[in-house]
């Protein structure tokens, strides 16, 4: 039997890889143009770090973390998620005394034991930013911006962001006193977790994807909201500061044109979050929609034995991304922009040369490939068809007599019969400037 991965990993093959690529540079370029800096922690951490710091009734630390041992018996995990390490990373090199303010951002993989399911997988992979040190509603404001911006850049245009409060934590206590209350009566109609988070996290419950507990959720908020004779719905009563902080997120979102949704009744799973709650959500992924969520978790690193002190950030699926982006791409477009030279010579003995053309590409940084096992010229033309290449570059007999090159420009479109938009003749010694000004691999 020929070995596979392991359910809920997956290989990426080099059609997919190209994607990556884009995708990772278009994070990388706008986290800088927005003054975020990148961060890396290790893929595993001690076990407490999230057991104290994202909560005990969380799926996460319920279901989901990989737990291992190692010879020591020192309990470690594999990263499920990238807030609490940027964190502990923050506090551990003193970024807080040295720095106070800092904008980060990171990307890697992350590791979670649930059932692999469309868009979730046990290895999957992350982008986010923390904006670690200030409690102003500019900077919810600025995340928000960059979250939606990567998005865009990314080939999302037909998203929704979801906007909420989840007020300070004294605000929370009273809420969920309230909502207990109103969800009692239909308590033992509720699913077997959310009967459990009952008590221990009240709001827990409006993140189920059972239907039965959406809708039981979403009449104990309205019927809330219409006692108090508030909207929009949120189950969360709000002291002042922090509904002047919501309304001054709002505010800057409407002064910005940045369209939001602060109608729909949710909050976030994790205990860290505080204030400001967003997702943005995209409806080509069915059930499992949100591509993007953050919010505001000012305590967090004060209970990692850090100063008091403000955060915000978000954190994207990059796996949910790319199907997302595929769902919104016209279904002519078929290749993605062609990119590379393919060396094509019609006989063997020819090889020497072009292999000499590609090492000259090469050390100039372009993309340059060839055969080298003598396959007729129709199939080179073939293989640089399908390698997405931009260019072929036909080294002949009358080619090197005359000390030329024939170059041609593949079509557009993969799957063309037609074989190239147009062909010209270079002098030899001028082709490798010529043509390594065009052939530039995608992640320069």
Known sequence: MVPQALRGTTDLLSDEITRWLALEQAVRRLCVVYGYQELRT??????????RSIGQTTDIVQKEMFRVHDRGDQEMVLRPEGTVPMVRAYLEHNLHKTDGFVKLFYMGPMFRAERPQAGRFRQFHQYGVEAIGSASPWVDVEVITLC????????????????????????????????????????????????SRFEKNVFRVLDC????????????????????????????????ECAKHFDEVRSALRDSGIAF???????????????????????????????????????????????????????????????????????????????????????AGFIREGFRLIQQLHNRGAQAIMSYDGKSL???????????????????????????????????????????KSERTVPLEAFVDEVSQHVKPPCH
Not at 210 to 239: W, Y
Not at 394 to 406: A, C, D, F
């Open 42 to 51: 290790p893929l595993i951490e001690d076990a407490s770090l999230f057991l």
């Open 148 to 195: 939606l911006h990567i998005l865009r850049e990314c080939g999302l245009s037909q998203s929704t962001l979801w906007l909420s409060t989840m007020g300070c934590r004294e605000d929370q206590q009273r809420s969920a006193e309230r909502l207990r209350v109103q969800l009692q009566p239909d308590r033992m109609h509720l699913c077997k977790d959310c009967q």
């Open 209 to 240: 994807k059972q239907k039965t507990c959406q809708k039981i959720a979403q009449e104990a908020v309205r019927q809330i909201n219409q006692d108090a004779g508030k909207a929009p719905p949120t189950p969360f009563s709000l002291c002042d």
């Open 261 to 347: 949704d602060d109608t729909q009744v949710f909050a976030r799973g994790l205990d860290y979050y505080t204030r400001t709650v967003f997702e943005v959500r995209h409806a080509g992924l069915g059930s499992q929609d949100a591509v993007a969520a953050g919010g505001r978790y000012d305590r967090l690193v004060e209970e990692m034995g850090g100063p008091p002190m403000g955060a915000v950030g978000f954190a994207t699926g990059i796996e949910r991304v790319l199907l997302a982006a595929a769902c919104e791409q016209t279904q002519g477009e078929v290749n993605p922009t062609r990119r590379g030279v393919y060396v094509a010579v019609t006989e």
């Open 378 to 420: 129709r199939a080179q033309l073939r293989e640089a068809d399908q390698a997405g290449c931009q260019f072929v570059a036909i080294l002949g007999e009358r080619e090197l007599k005359g000390r030329t090159i024939s170059l041609r420009e593949l079509a557009a479109r993969c799957g063309s019969r037609e074989l190239g």
